[in-house]
């Protein structure tokens, strides 16, 4: 790739740096995978079933991963072929299946956990300050992404209903009521089994408080 092709300003040099780390994160999951005989999104979906703990519906795992809705069906279909899920009927509406781990997918899934090492070990190498600040415009680009529908809404912290953010994380931490723990900005979870969305006005709150922290 030529230098500066996706521009010359800030904008265009982080673009090409996260376009960079994607190359690595597609090639390392795929030697990973390779290993494993599966497919990344098998991975992925594995990891993503793991993360629930519990059953998912095949069109939440296709929200969820960003996946068609085929070809959602056949990563599980394949999953299932091998014995790491299992589909059984829902609790809540006995016509729709539910997709859950086998206790092999659950030590598949486990493994799966291991091919973002390499990217843990970079990031590793950076000062606590530079995390915090990597981890902050990480959610902010996610969260502006979610908001033009790029990709799918997360279950995480800063749109929670029970978060209550702090204008001074450093001085004084989050606070989520619910599990009563408090939280430096790098604690926000991005996936957490209890979340609970917030309304409208509760996010926006939240939101500003965080984007307006120097
Ligand atoms: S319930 Fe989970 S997502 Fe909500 S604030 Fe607490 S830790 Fe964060």
Redesign the pocket.
């Known amino acids: 790739m030529s230098e500066g092709v996706y521009g010359e300003q800030a904008t265009g040099r982080v673009t090409h740096g996260l376009l960079r780390l994607s190359t690595a994160m597609r090639s390392q999951a795929w030697e990973w995978a390779e290993g494993a005989g599966l497919t990344p999104t098998q991975g992925e979906i594995l990891v993503l079933l793991m993360q629930r703990r519990g059953p998912m519906r095949l069109g939440e795992i296709a929200r969820e991963t960003a996946l068609t809705a085929a070809t959602t069906s056949d990563a599980v279909s394949t999953l299932e072929g091998k014995g790491l899920v299992e589909k059984r009927r829902a609790l809540d509406d006995g016509r729709a299946l539910a997709v859950r781990l086998t206790a092999r997918g659950r030590t598949a899934a486990k493994k799966a956990l291991v091919w973002p090492e390499f990217l843990s070990k970079a990031v590793g190498t950076l000062k606590a300050d530079e995390q915090t600040q990597l981890y902050r415009s990480l959610l902010k680009t996610i969260r502006q992404l979610e908001v033009v529908q790029q990709i799918p809404p997360h ?3 800063l749109s ?4 209550e953010a702090s204008k001074n994380p450093k001085k004084t931490p989050h606070h ?4 009563n ?1 408090d ?1 430096a900005d790098t604690d ?2 991005l996936d ?5 969305e917030g309304d409208l006005s509760k996010q926006k709150k939240n939101w500003k408080i965080f984007a307006q922290v120097a």
Do not use: A, Q
């Open positions: 279950r995480m912290c929670c209903t029970h978060l989520c009521t619910l599990l723990i939280m926000l979870r957490c089994s209890v979340y609970e």
